[in-house]
């Protein structure tokens, strides 16, 4: 950007906002099935919206200075812990944070040499960066293929003198199916290792399911043996992004993620979180969100997202070559193709006005699609199904993608380290893979497909580099 030499005024500023966003894929409607949720009440974005607005500059910084983030917080907290069993939290930025937060305080409260993490393979990367960033080595532990859950007996082998966390998802993301939670954290407790749920993407959803109806086994701090769990408002708590609580049973373990600083001859430094000077606007959009919607609200969401997702279940079912993984016990549905290139499938889902989240294979478990349904889902599932079964007949017709002969030995063997951003930008073009902004709607299954066929750690260095070269001048 060039910076104006003058002022612009807000209206010329917002329309360039929009002219910015023309090719952002939809927040509202429905039609993007991952990244956003939508209660399909204005009403309750009008709340959230003003109400974040409104704490948008106080700083969660110093509680001393602004008590009005001390009060909202602990309402918000409160709530959470009302509805998952308890405990002693604190708000944070969004799953990502928690997560961070959760295994800090674990490494903090064993104080090992060489601490290392249990987790399933379906559990968030989340996890990964957290041990990345704290020093932790992740043990991951394979789930079983029909299920897509971990067995605990796996996990207890796992564990040895050195792991300082044990984690299980409700649900996992992936496939959305529950770890066996209460098992899992009885072979943790006896081991005397603490035990995080990560219910990021479910602990404000599967309350609201079981109210409905659904089968939601035990998964929240009431369980023997939980000593952590993680609840993010920005997703089916439909707040704003930026609003997550971690909770703790034991309010010395929350003292372990705090973190304080008098060593310097500044202000002293307080913080809870990663974060240290925040703006209080997620929290005032978490806060007005649960206020707007309640109750009834939530309850009825429940209702609406699990008819939805029964309907979603059932339709994928009838489509020819298409697979459900698992039996998924949330609202998070992941399909796959017998017959189908599912990274095709997406690509002509997109081009008809739909976004499907790819999943790359990954630990046995097949290259698949992703759907969370929320709220607003029901009214556009019998759209939804029609376009799956069209892209499914489309993908059907044009066949898997079909890469240049040698294409995935050359990625695989480039010494990313030599090349600088711009020769990777023109490889990336030599197979057709555009990285220039704005260039409109990617087709995005050869890359998939390219970095499908890679292993894990050469799909995360041509990943950076992607990034890098997006973001390059
Ligand atoms: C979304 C999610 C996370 C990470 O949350 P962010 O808010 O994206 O940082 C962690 N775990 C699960 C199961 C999730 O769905």
């Known amino acids: 950007m060039n910076l104006p030499p003058t002022g612009r005024t807000a209206e010329d500023l917002l329309a360039e906002v929009a002219r910015l966003k023309e090719h952002d894929l939809p927040v509202r409607g429905g039609q993007v099935t991952a990244y956003v949720y939508d209660t399909g009440r204005a009403e309750v974005n009008d709340a959230a919206t003003r109400a974040y607005l409104e704490m948008l500059e106080v700083n969660c910084l110093d509680p001393t200075a602004f008590p009005s983030v001390v009060e909202m917080e602990r309402q918000v907290v409160g709530a959470v812990a009302g509805l998952l069993g308890g405990g002693h939290g604190i ?88 770890d066996p939670v209460e098992e899992v954290a009885a072979v943790a407790a006896a081991a005397g290792v603490p035990c995080h749920v990560d219910a990021c993407v479910g602990g404000w959803l599967l309350p609201w399911l079981r109210e ?187 066949g898997p993608v079909v890469l240049p002969k040698g294409l995935i030995e050359l990625v695989a063997g480039l010494d990313l380290e030599a090349i600088d951003d711009a020769t990777f930008g023109e490889l990336s073009a030599s197979v057709g893979v555009d990285l220039r902004p704005g260039t409109g709607q990617p087709e995005m299954a050869v890359v998939n497909t390219v970095l499908d066929a890679l292993p894990a750690e050469a799909r995360e260095a041509v990943l950076v580099r992607f990034l890098s070269v997006l973001y390059s001048e």
Request: charged share 20%; with cysteine.
């Open 212 to 398: 409905a109806g659904a089968e939601v086994p035990p998964f929240d701090l009431s369980v023997p043996g939980v000593t952590s769990i993680s609840c993010d408002l920005h997703k089916f708590g439909y707040a704003p992004k930026g609003a997550s609580v971690l909770l703790f049973a034991d309010p010395a373990a929350r003292r372990k993620a705090y973190f304080a600083s008098a060593a310097w001859p500044g202000y002293t430094i307080i913080n809870a979180t990663v974060q240290s000077s925040r703006s209080a606007g997620p929290l005032g959009g978490a806060w007005a969100t649960l206020q707007s919607l309640g109750r009834s609200g939530y309850a009825e969401l429940g209702r609406t997202t699990l008819e939805a997702t029964r309907r979603l279940r059932a339709g994928l079912a009838e489509i020819p070559g298409l697979r459900v993984l698992g039996t998924p016990e949330s609202s998070l549905v992941a399909f796959t193709g017998a017959d189908v290139d599912v990274f095709v499938l997406a690509d002509e889902a997109r081009a008809r006005g739909w976004f499907l989240q790819p999943q790359l294979s990954y630990a046995g478990i097949p290259a698949n699609l992703h759907v969370t349904v929320t709220g607003v889902t029901l009214s556009g599932v019998e759209a939804m199904l029609k376009v799956i079964a069209e892209s499914a007949a489309a993908a059907r017709e044009r």
């Open 91 to 178: 708000f944070t930025s969004g799953g990502t944070e928690s997560i961070m937060l959760a295994v800090k305080a674990a490494r903090d409260l064993a104080g090992r040499d060489r601490p290392n993490l249990v987790l399933p393979v379906t559990a968030h990367p989340a996890f990964h960066k957290a041990a990345h960033y704290l020093g932790v080595v992740v043990r991951p532990v394979p789930v079983d293929l029909e299920t897509y859950k971990v067995r605990a007996g796996e996990m207890k082998a796992a564990i040895d003198e050195d792991t300082i966390l044990v984690v299980v998802s409700a649900p996992s993301y992936p496939q959305g199916v529950i």
